[in-house]
């Protein structure tokens, strides 16, 4: 289970920055190195995702494979069990429906298909209403024009029950308008209805693109965002800085406590962050175990003491308290510091980031490594 440390005071131990520039490239390999081999290898999970899809007859499109993907790697159990009961031989309609029950990424192109589909279909049936109102008022208007015709053409006293014929084509005329215009009006106020339910429904799906579903943070494509606005401004991107937390060990706890506990784990660890950094400062969960920051108008060394903040906050507040007669384990994380004027494009800013992220650890005794220091 999880259970929360009372909150004490900061430790800030000691830094020994040495030469680390030439050796930050080998550690970052050694690093890359252990965390490969703590971690089932991404070809052996391709291979039984890709395995599962032809035993099922499943068609190789790319949300077919994030759809089985999140379920066998990503241990969805509900979609794992939805997707079961579909049959040996899944339509692709109903495998479409769970992808976006589930909100995965993948099918929120379909679903804006499926909205931009419907969005047509109603404004041609508007415009179909529209043509129809407005043969009602033209054929209004003729009998209008036939019966003034009719009236001022007469040369000898119209007789009253032709005058009274010619008002009741025309009364008859007018209702047609006045109903039409009624349906019409109807019709437009459903179709309007509608078409704010789908413009919420498309802004609710390109929030979920870029919204973590397990802690509500940012994902990767809210920080590729994020980052493609900064290298966008006219100033330039210099003076900000990006840094990356990773739990160590992540896949030892969620296999000794269970996908559930380790989800837990995450969304607290989300709330901790939050508290941990000011309100203003970008945060993401960009994969499992992993989460980035983008601090602005920061230096080096406010970024890194920021770096030794998150950590020291971290082994403070969580701890996974066992259930068995083993010694409770602290939570502990590594963090790599990078800075934006050190990156000409935001991939390298992330690729600086990630060396240090490596280098950290591959150093238990200093979790938080900077870029090129």
Known sequence: MLAGIAEGESRWPERTDGNKGIVM????AIALNGREAARPTPAADSQKVVQHMVRLNVAGLP???ELFHEALIGLNGGLAQDIAALGPHPQQEALDELGLRYRLVGHYGLAGERARDEASRMLAQTASRLAEGRLHHQAFARACETILKSVSGQQEQQSLADFMAEVDYLASSLSAVLAAERTIGAKLEEDIERLTALERGICAMQAAAVTDKITGLPNRIGLNRALDD???QEEGAAGSALVMVDIDDFKGLNDRYGTQAGNKLLKKLAGLFRKTVKKNDFIA????DEFAFLFANVGMQDALAIGERLRGCVEENLVFAASDASEAGGLTISVGVTLSGDAATPG?????ARV???AAQSNPRQPVQAFGR
């Not at 490239?25 to 970052?28: F, I, L």
């Open 230 to 232: 900064l290298y966008g």
């Open 285 to 288: 969960r960009t994969e499992g």
């Open 25 to 28: 490239q080998t550690a970052a």
């Open 348 to 352: 390298q800013l992330q690729a600086n």
């Open 356 to 358: 240090a992220l490596l």
């Open 63 to 65: 949300r077919n494979y």
